[in-house]
């Protein structure tokens, strides 16, 4: 028999390291949000091949103690908590003291530190868990940290790594996250020598958008805030125009640490689902805010998921958060947004290296802050406005005169200025942004035509509507067989003679546990013996549409993903009822008939998509047709 014995300090090390330390971003995110809990106003992340070669993240947080920097590279050893009943109000992004002490047993770990109210500072070195030196060094206040050759002496973990290329594309990627996840901290990314991406930490999150994503994004933004007992939410949500093919844009904090939970977004894609395709998945920015009472997050080493105590009433409330803040707004996609957004990736603004300081250097950090706000606020001007000189604020002329101190004084000032101008913009834009398919605007709209027998051609002031008949009509359709089902009037059609089914075990059980959700879609049937059931009667929406295919589509779906509740294929055949009796693409239809399925629209909550996520209509602007005819360039 094998003997049982115990694991030496240095091999526990390496095992623990394999949980907290996947990858080179492991590292960056460990040691970033060190420096975050140290109270950094100021982060730069510079990586070489990588980051696998060589990573350096600099702060300038409170620094760590002399007499305590050995100490902090031990094995759970913390100053986020003291005791276990702490893991229930964790406020911190770390707490679990597994960080530097994983880090330094798979690479060669460089530390330089000092506290405020210490003359002198501390350089240490360890290299696979062993201390190499320890001495008092002349460094600026805050915490430097270079992490080099990465599983230097694990070269079976260092194989596993993929290409620098895709090693530095997935801290890219973390840093931009950690950048949105904390607005009032100004982030640096170096890679090789050139700075890929930086924020001012001036607390805007739209700015913070603008330099990750670019001006494209800035321009479709929904804004959304709210709360109820025990959680908040802020942030921006992406009108549906900014829809993906995968959930990489869906960034969502919670007390402001960035998660990826199967449950959040499956709440945000069900407050978009009436809005996108299926298989397409929005763009958002949500910062979730939760009593530390309600919020797990001790459940894996790299914290990157969660666990809640009240899911599904959050879960509730930020579905409908998200679908009342895009029912809002108007989401007519403009012909020329489409055109720009469709299979592009985001462009992020130009980034000018030569004039962004290191964190540590106060004075050069809090005139960049302001250099960059005011040139954020140029560029949003210019993106909101035809003829940016009309809007000038006053006193950015006036920088360039006077002491160091005055100009310092004067371009806050006008940075505050702008703050306030751009406030009463935005709000002036949210009035005009109001919604043009409404029932008082009836009137206002002109019916100029139909091309090809599918699309109608509307004219509403100074914009062409263009609006598919097909996905319009069954969007009235839906939103009428939804209301009717939900009070349950869906009329019924006798069958002469009655249909019979010839049922299995499993779907007479799923026809029984459902029987109440398909009386009220229309189905009256009665038993027939032998397995078999006779089908009485079915919704007048279905009748002559090839129903027995439907009947049996449905129980297929039922015994094979049935689910509790009201069945989420319910809802789906619902959607495929009102498509199989809408009218079809390659119908002529004449101005009467468009007349008052134009007027039904107008009435819904949600007529800019069909059921499946379709645009109904798509605009352009009178001012986008001239610039095609090169009457305004």
């Not at 590279?73 to 109000?89: G, M, P, Q, W, Y």
């Not at 939410?233 to 992406?238: A, T």
Request: charged content about 30%.
């Amino acid at each position: 028999m094998t003997k049982i014995q115990l694991l030496d300090s240095e091999t526990i090390d390496k095992i623990a390291a394999g949980e907290v330390v996947e990858r080179p971003a492991s590292v960056v995110k460990e040691l970033v949000e060190n420096a975050v809990d140290a109270g950094a106003t100021a982060v730069t992340v510079e990586i070489k091949e990588g980051g696998i070669s060589f990573i350096r993240v600099t702060d300038n947080g409170e620094g760590i103690a002399s007499d305590q920097v050995q100490d902090a590279f031990l094995r759970h050893a913390t100053s986020k908590i003291k005791e276990a009943v702490d893991l229930n109000h964790i406020q911190s992004l770390g707490f679990r003291g597994e960080a530097l002490s994983s880090i330094a047993a798979v690479a060669q770990v460089e530390m330089m530190t000092r506290r405020k109210e210490e003359l002198m500072g501390v350089h240490y070195c360890i290299e696979g868990g062993k201390e190499i030196s320890f001495s008092e060094a002349g460094v600026p206040e805050g915490t430097t940290i270079l992490v080099k050759n990465l599983f230097f002496h694990t070269p079976a973990r260092r194989k596993f790594l993929k290409t620098p290329a895709t090693e530095g594309g997935y801290i890219a990627d973390l840093c931009e996250r950690l950048a949105l996840s904390k607005p009032a901290v100004a982030f640096r990314f170096i890679a090789n020598g050139q700075v890929k991406f930086h924020t001012s930490g001036n607390g805007d999150m739209k700015e913070i958008i603008y330099r990750i994503f670019g001006r494209d994004f800035l321009k479709n933004l929904v804004p959304v805030e709210a709360s109820t007992e025990g959680f908040s939410i802020s942030g921006y949500l992406g009108k549906p125009v900014l829809n993906r093919s995968n959930r990489n844009f869906e960034n969502c904090f919670v007390n402001g640490r960035y998660v990826k939970s199967a449950l959040l977004y499956k709440a945000v894609e069900e407050g978009y689902r009436p809005y996108l395709m299926q298989h397409k998945f929005p763009f958002v920015v949500l910062h979730l805010s939760f009593d530390s009472e309600l919020v797990d997050v001790n459940v894996h080493p790299t914290k990157m998921d969660i666990r809640l105590t009240d899911s599904i009433r959050f879960m509730e409330f930020l579905s409908h958060t998200v679908g009342q803040a895009l029912k809002e707004k108007e989401l007519i996609p403009d012909m020329e947004q489409l055109e720009t957004i469709k299979n592009t990736t985001p462009v992020p603004q130009p980034v000018e290296r030569s004039h962004v300081p290191e964190p540590f250097e106060e004075k050069r950090m809090e005139e960049y802050r302001v250099r960059e706000s005011m040139q954020y606020g140029e560029e949003e001007r210019k993106e909101l406005f035809f003829t940016p000189q009309e809007t000038r604020l006053e006193g950015l002329d006036s920088v360039s005169s006077g002491s160091q101190a005055e100009e310092q004084e004067k371009a806050t000032k006008a940075v505050v200025n702008r703050s306030e101008k751009l406030s009463g913009i935005h709000t002036q834009m949210n009035l005009f942004e109001d919604r043009i398919l409404r029932e008082e605007n009836r009137c206002r709209f002109e019916i100029l035509g139909q091309a090809f027998d599918t699309y109608w051609i509307l004219r509403y002031e100074d914009k062409l509507l263009f609006v598919d008949q097909h996905s319009a009509h069954e969007k009235v359709k839906y939103e009428r067989l939804m209301a009717e089902y939900q009070k349950g009037e869906i009329l019924s059609q006798n069958l002469q003679p009655p249909m019979i089914f010839h049922l299995t075990q499993k779907e007479e059980a799923a026809l029984e546990e459902y029987r109440s959700h398909f009386e009220k879609l229309g189905f009256v049937w009665e038993d027939f013996g032998s397995h078999s059931i006779a089908m009485r009667a079915m919704p007048v929406e279905l009748y002559g549409k090839n129903e027995k295919t439907f009947f049996e589509e449905i129980l297929d779906e039922l015994v094979e993903n049935g689910c509790k509740g009201t069945p989420e294929v319910i809802l789906e055949k619902i959607i495929s009822m009102s498509c199989k009796a809408a009218v079809k693409g390659n119908q002529a239809m004449d101005r009467r008939e468009m007349q008052a399925l134009v007027e039904q629209m107008l009435t819904l909550e949600n007529p800019y998509h069909c059921p499946h996520g379709r645009p109904t209509m798509i605009s352009m602007s009178k001012q986008d047709l001239e610039k095609k005819f090169k009457r305004i360039v």
